[in-house]
């Protein structure tokens, strides 16, 4: 090979860069999001009643969907009571039903939101649940 | 193996029928978990045709009868409180007499009545310039006469303040969450974010839980709160048996928000 040792070194180097975030960041940048769904709140309700609105796979995948068809139903039609698949009825509300149960927003939406590097602007309005510092 | 036109043209047609069968069973089978008769207003909700307020100027007296009403209201939506008044943000104040009838041109108007503080807000009118001018539909009016604001669908163009000739639209120039007093914010309703525009909404978030506006509840009978719809209502008495000005009728926007200087 013409000037082979050249070719190599540029390799190894060219290689060397494209791989080193991953060497240096390690397993931090990668750990899995894990939402909590251990506020006081929740755990105040007997074991039975501790359920979402919905089914957890249906929030997890359509969660932002839910919340914009909430939005139109309340803000434009005035429906301010959701009926859930499993019948049970719940008003209309992010801040005051949502947030009511997930009074832990850092630790419920931030956790995954941070993930996947997504910014939703709902909170520069709705006001967020206090939290304790831990 | 050869085909004739009429079995082809048979076999083409059952397929067909068998295609579409096939979408709309599966359609059936899959529930859709997102649909819109799964929401109804609230059975207590306060429901009218058209919502309107009387204001009886002669109910409010003192600074404090003006200020228990506007303080009512503006916590309740966490309106901040902004000093300078080329950014301040308002959806109930008060402006003295001429100035909120400019068109009463009454040469030797009594200078009591002249520099009379009066309450003025949105007036809900039949036909909003505010909607017509909205290019993103933010503001709209609802079936029950309110013109609702949709702070999602802002874009802060401000076309509705030039707009609306009562002065009743507030530009957020800046972020109104460091104005509110964090120990009388309101955890129930949202805050506004800077660049939308606000004003009174009516109330519409305690209508839906069939409480009347928190001005009309404040004011001690200053503000009286129904529906011009309901030829029983009390806003229709009071207005049937009383004279009562509007703010610039003649320009066709049909307000409704009456103002009685006392009542018979």
Redesign the interface.
Same mark, same amino acid.
């Given at each position: 090979m013409y000037n082979g040792w050249k070719i190599i070194i540029g390799l190894v180097l060219f290689v060397g860069l494209v791989i080193a975030p991953f060497i240096f960041s390690g397993e931090k940048a990668t750990a899995k999001p894990d939402p909590k769904v251990d506020t006081p709140e929740i755990l105040k309700l007997p074991e039975n009643e501790r359920k979402c609105v919905?089914s957890k796979e249906?929030i997890k995948r359509?969660h932002m $969907? !839910?919340l914009n @068809?909430w +939005?139109d139903?309340v803000? +434009?039609?005035? %429906? /301010? !009571?959701? /009926? =859930? =698949?499993s019948g049970k009825q719940y008003? #209309?509300s992010l @801040? %005051?039903t949502c947030m009511e149960c997930h009074s832990n927003k850092k630790n419920f939406c931030d956790e995954c939101h941070n993930y996947a590097a997504v910014k939703p602007?709902c909170w520069?309005?709705? #006001?967020e649940p $206090?939290e304790k510092e831990s | 193996m050869s085909i004739n036109r009429r079995d082809f043209l048979k076999v083409a047609g059952i397929s067909t029928i068998l295609g579409f069968g096939g979408i709309s069973a599966a359609d059936a089978v899959r529930k859709n978990l997102v649909e819109a008769s799964q929401v109804m207003p609230n059975p207590k909700a306060l429901v009218g045709e058209r919502w309107a307020l009387v204001i009886d100027l002669s109910k409010f007296k003192t600074e404090a009868d003006y200020r228990r009403v506007i303080d009512a209201c503006h916590n309740t939506h966490n309106v901040p409180d902004i000093d300078n008044p080329k950014q301040e943000i308002k959806w109930i104040w008060k402006e003295t007499f001429e100035h909120v009838f400019p068109e009463q041109e009454d040469e030797y108007l009594a200078e009591e009545i002249k520099h009379l503080p009066v309450l003025t807000l949105c007036n809900h009118c039949d036909h909003p310039p505010c909607v017509r001018v909205c290019p993103t539909k933010a503001t709209f009016k609802r079936e029950d006469g309110i013109v609702m604001m949709d702070m999602h669908r802002c874009i802060g163009c401000r076309f509705c303040m030039a707009a609306c000739p009562y002065g009743a639209r507030s530009f957020n120039y800046r972020d109104p969450r460091q104005f509110i007093n964090k120990e009388k914010e309101n955890p129930e309703f949202p805050t506004r974010m800077k660049g939308v525009v606000e004003k009174c909404t009516l109330c519409y978030e305690r209508l839906a839980k069939g409480l009347k506006p928190a001005c009309a509840e404040a004011s001690n009978g200053g503000i009286i709160f129904g529906d011009l719809e309901d030829p029983d209502s009390e806003v229709r008495k009071i207005l049937s048996t009383n004279y009562s000005i509007r703010r610039k009728p003649e320009l066709g926007t049909s307000p409704s928000v009456y103002y009685v200087l006392r009542r018979g």
């Open positions: 919905e249906y359509e $969907k !839910l @068809q +939005r139903w803000v +434009r039609d005035g %429906n /301010t !009571l959701y /009926t =859930s =698949s008003t #209309i @801040q %005051n602007y520069d309005c709705h #006001i $206090k | -």
